[in-house]
């Protein structure tokens, strides 16, 4: 039935008319906060590109993750700077490396909170690329996987509650879960950074994280932008091979991608709102160009209106307390 007899401003007309129809709910319970955690330093350094986000030392850690467990947020998910680097990234898999100490010291300090580790090299090599490299400059697949595995593993035994591989090698999710399983971990979860694009979003991470490839890109590694179908064959080779939820990385500019994964998987899909997703945000709310809040809240609805169950965003600890 068309006009007149439908008008859809009629449920629009006051805010408790829109309530009552409103299809997507944000709420703090789906939210995941990225950490940076630097090896060796007593203080906050703010991350220049991120107004709001800093490295911290481990006991600033353990404060920022209580402040934003108290707003509510239920998980974070850390990074790690080590002091040193190496070819094979070996700070990863140290047992007594900064991730490692920071889950126990966050662990110990708030043990109701989620502590997600994110497992990757990419900060720990001296070349900044996600695996280990081979004299011709290509990442080594399979040999990236024992180191991936050992890196899970070494999270796992210092108590975090769900690794998440952001590597994008092949067979890594299979490999993690075998090795998990082998050291008894049967029930720690597996978040997949399934779909993740070789995207410019993440430019103020690499300042952030330190984690800038030295030679080349990533392109031979992560997702080329321009493929739905193929982010959605990751997503099934994923779950095929033991991954609990699966995730969508950038955000914003993969909507689509968000939608078409969560309705092939049926799993819980994260999407990952980056840094540079962030960064403009934070520069056009400081220009005066845009209202921050409005803003944030508009784009963390548009991304769990695509599909997404989890949100990973580092406006976590803001939205936290727009909502309450
Ligand atoms: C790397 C990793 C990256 C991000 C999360 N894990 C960067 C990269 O692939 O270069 C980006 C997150 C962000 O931009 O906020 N393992």
Redesign the pocket.
Known sequence: MAFPATRMRRLRRTDALRALVRETELAVSDLVY?MFVEHGIDRRRPVEAMPGVERLSISHAVEEAGEAHALGVPAVLL?GIPAEKDELGSGAYDDEGVVQLAVRALKEAHPDLIVIT?V?L?EYTSHGH?GAVREDGYVDNDRSLELLARTAVSHARAGADAVAP??MMDGRVGALRAQLDSEGFTELPLIA?SA?FASA??G???EA?D?TPAFGD?RAY?MDPANGDEAVREALLDVEEGADIVMV?PALPYLDVVRRVKDATGLPVAA?N???EYAMIKAAAAAGHLDERATVLEALTGIRRAGADIVITYHAKDVARWLS
């Open positions: 990225p990074f994110d990757c990419c996600c952001s590597d950074y993740k979003f993440y103020p991470f690499r994280a984690s990533r992560q990385k990952y980056v840094s540079g």
